[in-house]
Nanobody, 119 residues
Framework: QVQLVESGGGSVQAGGSLRLSCTAS?????MGWFRQAPGKEREGVAR????????TGDDLEEGRFTISQDNAKNTVYLEMNRLKPEDTGMYYC???????????????WGQGTQVTVSS
């Protein structure tokens, strides 16, 4: 079993920034972030594998969100800039031994951290 602990959520005004962190209890080949807005399905935000290959979600405006990792700490980060009210939702960290959106959905999950962006 793998435990994932997220932190860094909060409330910000539109245009602001937040940095989310997720630490796994052991090294995982693939880690990523999903988000779920109220009344909507959970969607992939970004994922990164152990060697640093990054994939971002299809609906994500390029450049606003950046995923990175510290392999030595089993930690993945999500830097979110120029936040918009529509970015509001619960953000979840996921991890898997193989790297695809499906693998992550079927892998391990954190409890989530709330992000609220006010206009």
């Amino acid at each position: 079993q793998v435990q994932l602990v997220e932190s860094g959520g909060g409330s910000v005004q539109a245009g602001g920034s937040l940095r989310l962190s997720c630490t796994a209890s052991r090294n995982m080949y693939c880690m990523g972030w999903f988000r779920q807005a109220p009344g909507k399905e959970r969607e992939g935000v970004a994922r990164i594998n152990e060697v640093g290959d990054v994939v971002t979600g299809d609906d994500l405006e390029e450049g606003r969100f950046t995923i990175s990792q510290d392999n030595a700490k089993n930690t993945v980060y999500l830097e979110m800039n120029r936040l918009k009210p529509e970015d509001t939702g619960m953000y979840y960290c996921a991890a898997a031994e193989f790297c695809s959106w499906r693998n992550l959905r079927e892998g391990y999950w954190g409890q989530g951290t709330q992000v609220t962006v006010s206009s």
